[in-house]
């Protein structure tokens, strides 16, 4: 009878160190910046890593520079209509930086006979609900990018994020050339949606399978 008695205190002990741990930790825990103050996004800068190293294996100067070309006026476009959504009376301005990591080439025959067999149809129709983000067949990107004050310098978010083209993109399927301007365009407007839900208050990331979308804790002090 003692030994259960002893137990029961034991395990009302540990419960309540435990309870008070979790409270010690959502107490400390920093919360998320907030972009509802924020009324535009303005493309910064846009780079591109060296070839080599495993990088851009298989793509051409020509393909690496139409690359960035795509890239800087995809998110340009995305920025632009993320930032129109919402009007803020602060008026405070996000600045985009992105840097191009990699690009994978699609398999354009394996890609086109995936589109016109019954069979791949089906799964692509399958990868396109799922929101798949990569896929070896239609070649991906890899984008990262961060957004800060355009005041203070002050990161606010950041993402990573290696997309293929929607598996339902017939036009993808033409040349290596198409995959990689409906890849990059499809990475800017998931980017453009996330960013939007986070300047509502949103979760940026909720019902996305492929979001990367990150918000910087708040800054102490």
Known sequence: MKRQTLKAILSVVCMAVMAHECMAIASTAA???RLSHYSQVQLDTVDITAAGNGRWDGVTDTQRQQALALARESFARAAAGAGAQITATEGETLRLSLTLEDM?????TRSVINHVLPIGLVANVGKSVSGAGASRTMGSVTIAGELRDARSGTLVASFRAETSPDPMNLNAVIS???AMKAAIE???EAFATALSKARKGEDPCA???TCRLTLQPVAAG
């Open 31 to 33: 919360p998320a910046q």
């Open 104 to 108: 994978k080439p699609a398999n354009t």
């Open 176 to 178: 290596q050339d198409a």
């Open 186 to 188: 499809r990475s800017a």
């Open 207 to 209: 019902g996305s399978s």
